[in-house]
Structure formats: structure tokens, C-alpha cells
């Protein structure tokens, strides 16, 4: 089964980032692009924090077991925004919004998160984490309107939504013609 780990962002942050990427959905078809981009649906949006990949059942089951501990961290506050794209030059993968308030405090729950799945035969992540929210993924996108789309990304506000982070949670990622369907296995608590 495919797992990660993601920050959950309550309702009022997911409406906003979900008006966002309307409003670049909206933007795209008028310059003529419209289905350029597939957007996370307003119910999966995330931050993630940690992509395991494939993961054997019997394995999860020990996973979630190993992980269900608190972090020893407390609760605190998650900023989104502004926007920008993956890579930052060249042709345009992702439209994200950033956190921008809590990084730290992200990071830390990436780091202890990441020493508890260590001793589960899990490597430690090599790149650096970088907490932020993914708004969609360009399908295709040419020169003239990936330029366009940048700007309108970076357009996003500095300080869109705030919302509380009291934990990570451990999704199974299901693929469908559809879409990705997430399905909680565990819930990780900060103290």
C-alpha cells in the first residue's frame, strides 16, 4: 500500500487554498489552457510531511503500532501562503502554496518522525524538508502560459489561512482514474 505523512489542515484553511487554485483554474481556461493543470480536490489537501511509498500490509500494521506514541512537541499554528511553483525555473511541475509561519515546528515533527521509522528499515530522508501545501500538478503547460501561471500563483496571499496542527496522520494513498482516495491508518499526537 502506498503511505505518507501529512499535516491536516482544518476547514477554513482548505476552503481558502481550494479558492485559490479555483481562481488559477478559473484564470488558466480563460487564457485558453484549461485542463493544463489536475488540482487536489478541496478533501485531500495536505501538507505532507514524509512519502513512504510502497509499504507491505504487514509492515504498515507494525508502523502504525511503532508510531503511535505523541510526538513530544506541542500543538501549534500552521500560515499558508504566499504561492509559487516547482522547480523554481525551467518548465513547471506544481503549484503550491508555502508555510509560512510553524516551518519550524513542521520540521521538527519531520525529524522525530523521521528518527521513529529509522529503526522500522525505513532511510532517513536526504533533502531537506520543505512543509508546503500542493495545489495541483501541470499536465501541460506551454512557454507563454507557464510564465502567466508563475506570476499568477505568486499572487497568492502572504498570509491566505491559518490553521492548528495538534498531530500527523499516517494516509494510505489509493490511485483511481478518478483521483487519489486517502484512508487514515494512524493518527500521531503532539503533546
Not at 509492515?59 to 503511535?68: E, K, M, Y
Not at 528499515?121 to 503547460?141: D, I, K, M, Q, S
Amino acid at each position: 500500500m502506498r503511505l505518507f505523512f501529512a499535516f491536516v489542515p482544518d476547514d477554513a484553511a482548505r476552503t481558502a487554498a481550494a479558492g485559490v487554485a479555483a481562481s488559477l483554474q478559473h484564470r488558466l481556461a480563460e487564457a485558453g489552457a484549461p485542463r493544463a493543470v489536475k488540482w487536489v480536490e478541496r478533501d485531500n489537501l495536505h501538507v505532507t510531511l514524509r512519502f513512504l511509498g510502497e509499504v507491505e500490509e504487514t509492515r504498515a500494521a507494525s508502523l502504525a503500532d511503532a508510531l503511535a506514541a505523541p510526538l513530544p512537541l506541542a500543538p501549534f499554528s500552521m500560515t499558508l501562503g504566499p504561492g509559487g511553483c516547482f522547480p523554481s525555473s525551467g518548465d513547471v511541475r506544481v503549484a503550491w502554496l508555502a508555510v509560512r509561519e510553524g516551518v519550524e515546528e513542521a520540521r521538527r515533527v519531520f525529524e522525530l518522525i523521521d528518527a521513529r521509522l529509522q529503526p522500522l528499515g525505513f532511510e532517513r530522508e536526504a533533502r531537506e524538508y520543505t512543509p508546503h501545501l500542493t495545489l495541483g500538478r501541470v499536465r501541460e503547460l506551454d512557454r507563454r502560459h507557464a510564465r502567466s501561471f508563475r506570476a499568477w500563483v505568486a499572487e497568492a496571499p502572504p498570509a491566505l489561512a491559518r490553521t492548528p496542527v495538534r498531530g500527523a496522520t499516517l494516509y494510505r494513498s489509493r490511485l483511481s482514474s478518478t483521483g487519489s482516495r486517502y484512508e487514515v491508518v494512524c493518527e500521531i499526537a503532539l503533546q
